[in-house]
Structure formats: C-alpha cells, structure tokens
C-alpha cells in the first residue's frame, strides 16, 4: 500500500481551530443533527470500508444524506477533514494505554499491540504521510501517555522521542507487510500460499545447484507465517534492545 494522502495539507490554522473547538462554529445547521463529529465519524467509516480513494466531500455528504455544499459550512475540505479524521482514530484506547505506573516495557507492549489493532481497524492509515502531523487533542493524549511511560527509565528527552518514532516505524512497516499481502490476495484471487507454490518446481531446481546453500539449508517451514511471528519476535528484540539503552542509562546515573 502506497502513500496517497499526506497530513497537514490543508489550511493548518483551520485544522488546529477545528481540532481543538476553537473555531466559530456555524450558527444553525443546514439539516438538524449534523455535526462536525458526525461527519468526521462518516468519513472514517468510509476509509474503513473503501480506502482513502473513496473519500470525497461529495461521498460524506451522500452517506449522511445532505448536499455537499452542507459540510463546507463545518470543515474547509478534504485536506483538513483528514486532519480531523487521524485524530478521531486516535482516540485513547484504556487497553494501549495502561498506567504508565506498570513499568515502562508493559506500557509500551500495550502500546504496540494497540497500534497493531489500530492498523487492522484502518487499514488507511500507512496510506498517509503523516511527517508533519497536525496535534490534535487525541494524538497529545496518546503521545502524552507514552512520555510518561517512559520517565525514571534514564533516557534524555531527544532519546525518549527516538525511542517513540523507532517503534512507530517498526509498528507501521510490520503493518504494511500484512496488508499489502492481503491486499495481492484480494487484487488477484490468488492466495499466498499459492503464489509460492507455484515458484516451487524452478527455486528446488535452482537450490539443487549449490549457488544457495546457506537459503537451501532452510527448514521447509522457514517462510510459514501469518505475520503474527513476525510482530512478536521484532517486538522483544525492539523491547530488548530499549532495555538494554535503559540499563545502560541508569548504570551511568548510578554511578559514583
């Protein structure tokens, strides 16, 4: 899956105003019951059920049964209702997020698997670049919780970041392994399973010839996943190797 959308391509202000309520808002509706939540909420259900391609002012507006022109009065454009709708999918979730007071390597664990759920919830996410996210309300929540997992751990505060963008890169690149394999399945009507095997008559005769030893050495079942060993083995080396920084940091402070 490839990038299609980026955040904070819309008018920044007004994405921030909207964001953190500070906007006017409009003095009477267009129809009783619409709302800025409620639009947002159409437009994340959408992107769920048919990807960010399917996403229009127009289409938002059909499904909550308004004319187009309706939503303008609430939210400038596609740009910024995006904004709006990363925040929304952000919103804090008790079981990522324990009490920081667990200790840090079960917070951030909850945080990964929350994150894992996350990306299978929205599969639209890893198509937007979010390099310069816009901070709404949800997004400080979450990363506020995360800072406060990660305090008595030794880590300067630039560390505590690299921790953070080091996990969210791990979390988003296992996550756009599972789905751009789903996605092949559905775009071709062939199952994985079936795509190697039909690779396997020429790759046996090509490891008979002894240019690969070290790959025809592998247990027949080398490459049998369904990406859940994947995310489970990267996340205790990822949580190892933070741990063994952290002993490192405390050992320094602790010492005379």
Do not use: C
């Amino acid at each position: 899956m490839t990038t299609t959308e980026h955040s904070g391509g819309g008018d920044i202000s007004r994405s921030l105003e909207l964001l953190w309520g500070l906007g006017e808002r409009p003095s009477r509706g267009p129809k009783p019951g619409l709302t800025l939540e409620r639009i947002v909420t159409t437009a994340v259900a959408v992107a769920d059920s048919d990807g960010l391609g399917a996403l229009s002012m127009r289409r938002v507006a059909t499904d909550l049964g308004v004319g187009t022109m309706s939503l303008y009065r609430y939210v400038p454009g596609k740009a910024e209702l995006l904004d709006l709708m990363l925040d929304k999918v952000a919103e804090f979730d008790a079981d990522a997020h324990p009490d920081p007071a667990v200790g840090w390597r079960p917070a951030m664990e909850a945080l990964a698997r929350g994150s894992r759920r996350q990306y299978q919830r929205h599969p639209w996410l890893l198509q937007v670049d979010q390099a310069r996210p816009l901070l709404g309300p949800n997004a400080l929540d979450s990363l506020e919780h995360s800072v406060r997992a990660l305090a008595g751990t030794g880590l300067t505060d630039r560390e505590k970041m690299h921790v953070l963008v080091t996990f969210g890169g791990f979390l988003a690149g296992v996550a756009r392994t599972e789905l751009n394999a789903a996605l092949a399945e559905k775009r071709t009507g062939i199952s994985n399973a079936d795509f190697w095997q039909s690779q396997e008559p020429v790759l046996s005769k090509v490891m008979l010839s002894g240019r690969y030893p070290a790959l025809a050495a592998l247990d027949e079942d080398t490459f049998a996943d369904d990406g859940t060993s994947v995310f489970e083995l990267g996340l205790t080396a990822l949580l190892d190797g933070f741990e063994a920084l952290i002993a490192a940091r405390t050992a320094r402070t602790d010492a005379p």
